[in-house]
């Protein structure tokens, strides 16, 4: 038998026992789903003819999806509730804006109070419900929206733990609603165009993705009682993690299929840098005795953390909203037969691209892109791309907003189920697991209890 000591014994049953200690929510992957309960993968509700919906939180996010919403043919806004009064009158003025025909004419509103979103509900029973809320509201507000009977749209990260993640798939089965993450990056022109190739086969096999949210975010500190930054703060100063891992990782997700038929999440490791720059601002830029200069910052500049699938393929997600740096969402994806890249967007095939590069040692990029995107830009954003436009994030949200709405009047399913919400928020929680424990692995739940094995990959949609 070969020789242990002392020391490496110790070593191994101390990190046994850490692995131990993380099994209940790797075990958590397969609780059995009540007979009652609906397998959501690919779910299709009854077509609903007039889209009746109400909005949670209309502040930057929630006023544009307002906006675009109310635009649309057959759809109806009949309720809007904020904190704050002016935001709710603001917005129905928006209403009014877009909307020539006698509809939105009966809209109720509410403000002022914590629970009048509850009120809301009851009342107004609406269709559909969006909500772009702080963080710690998503959860609570779209399993109740679906408890009331709608289907309910979440900003952001769809929740914050992997308890409200479970809590929100159960409630999504049990009653038969969608409860769709509003992933608006997946409806962007280059992240529409590399799925369409990747579905087609041009870079190969896939193997591998980097995805990111870098987007230096300091100033929203002057935010200090209303707005992102009012809470927002506390969670950079509270919790050391890949805190909004979303963007970058829902396209990455959908070219590589994760938790579709072919792959799904394994686990991760996750790592991140001292947390320097925030405590550095508002030493900076406020008084020693104001409340930024109180907290105590605990999560690191920059977060990478690195996700490995069950087929051994790998995902290597980045989170900076803090460092001095430009903007990027990495969006790479490569292949047996080429990568395809963002920021800026480029593309490199082996024995290079007809008419364009000789090789895979020289990217394709800039004007030359335009023959690609000629080629291959996806049917979808061909079709809605003039229809989308003005509505935020060069037309994405708009984009999203309309598929959402032509998929409930038609009774198709979503574009994004309520299981790949949940598994790209995860890496939040599972990052700041992995931090606290030197980078032991984390294993993600099985939100979908083994049904990604049936749930076909998203179709290019026409």
Same mark, same amino acid.
């Not at 490199?348 to 008419?355: K, P, R, S, T």
């Given at each position: ?37 609906? %397998? ?61 025909? $006698? ?112 987007? $230096? ?63 550095? %601002? ?13 907290? $105590? !910052? ?29 903007y990027s969402r990495l969006n790479l994806i490569q292949g047996t037969k080429g990568t395809l890249a963002g920021f800026p967007t ?11 590069? +000789? ?7 800039? +004007? ?7 080629? %291959?830009d996806h049917p979808l954003y061909k079709r809605l791309n003039q229809a989308a436009k003005g509505s935020g994030h060069g037309g ?5 907003? !309309? ?17 790949? *919400? ?16 030197? *980078? ?23």
């Open positions: 038998m070969k020789h242990i000591d002392r020391r490496s014994f110790l070593k191994k049953t101390s990190l046994s026992a850490a692995a131990i200690s993380l099994l209940p929510n790797y075990l958590k992957a397969s609780p059995e789903r009540p007979l009652e309960s609906t %397998y959501m993968g690919g779910f299709a509700a009854p077509k609903l003819e007039n889209i009746r919906a109400a909005f949670i939180g209309v502040g930057a996010r929630g006023g544009t999806h307002l906006k675009f919403f109310a635009a649309l043919e057959r759809t109806e806004v009949v309720a809007i509730c904020d904190l704050y009064e002016d935001l709710v009158k603001e917005k129905m003025g928006w209403v009014k804006e877009v909307s020539s025909e $006698e509809r939105h004419t009966d809209i109720a509103t509410y403000w002022g109070g914590e629970e009048e979103w509850r009120k809301m509900l009851k009342e107004a029973r609406p269709d559909v419900v969006f909500i772009a809320t702080n963080w710690k509201n998503h959860a609570p507000m779209a399993i109740e929206a679906m408890e009331q009977g709608a289907h309910a749209l979440v900003e952001v990260p769809i929740a914050v733990t992997l308890e409200e993640m479970w809590d929100i798939v159960d409630a999504s089965e049990r009653t038969r609603r969608h409860c769709m993450m509003l992933e608006n990056v997946n409806y962007g022109r280059d992240e529409l165009m590399f799925l369409n190739m990747c579905r087609k086969g041009v870079i190969g096999e896939i193997l591998h993705g980097e995805a990111a949210y870098i987007h $230096e975010l300091r100033w929203q500190m002057e935010e200090q009682e209303r707005g992102t930054g009012s809470w927002r703060t506390h969670h950079y100063a509270k919790r050391n993690g890949n805190l909004y891992p979303t963007h970058g990782l829902g396209p990455v997700a959908q070219y590589m299929n994760l938790g579709r038929k072919e792959d799904t999440f394994k686990n991760l490791v996750s790592f991140s840098t001292p947390a320097r720059g925030r405590k550095t %601002y508002a030493e900076k830029n406020y008084p020693k005795d104001h409340k930024w200069n109180q907290l $105590e !910052y605990e999560g690191g500049d920059l977060n990478t953390s690195i996700i490995k699938t069950e087929r051994g393929k790998t995902v290597m997600v980045q989170w900076d909203e803090t460092s001095p740096r430009p480029r593309v490199a095939l082996e024995g290079g691209v007809e008419g364009l590069t +000789e090789d895979h040692h020289s990217w394709v990029q800039g +004007e030359q892109l335009q023959a690609l995107y000629e080629k %291959y994405m949200d708009g984009i999203m907003v !309309y598929r959402i709405v032509e998929c409930l009047q038609k009774g198709l399913p979503l574009d994004q189920n309520v299981y790949e *919400g949940c598994f790209w928020s995860a890496v939040a929680p599972l990052s700041e697991s992995s931090v606290a424990n030197e *980078g032991i692995p984390q294993y993600f739940p099985d939100f979908t209890r083994g049904n990604w094995k049936e749930t076909n990959p998203l179709d290019i949609i026409v």
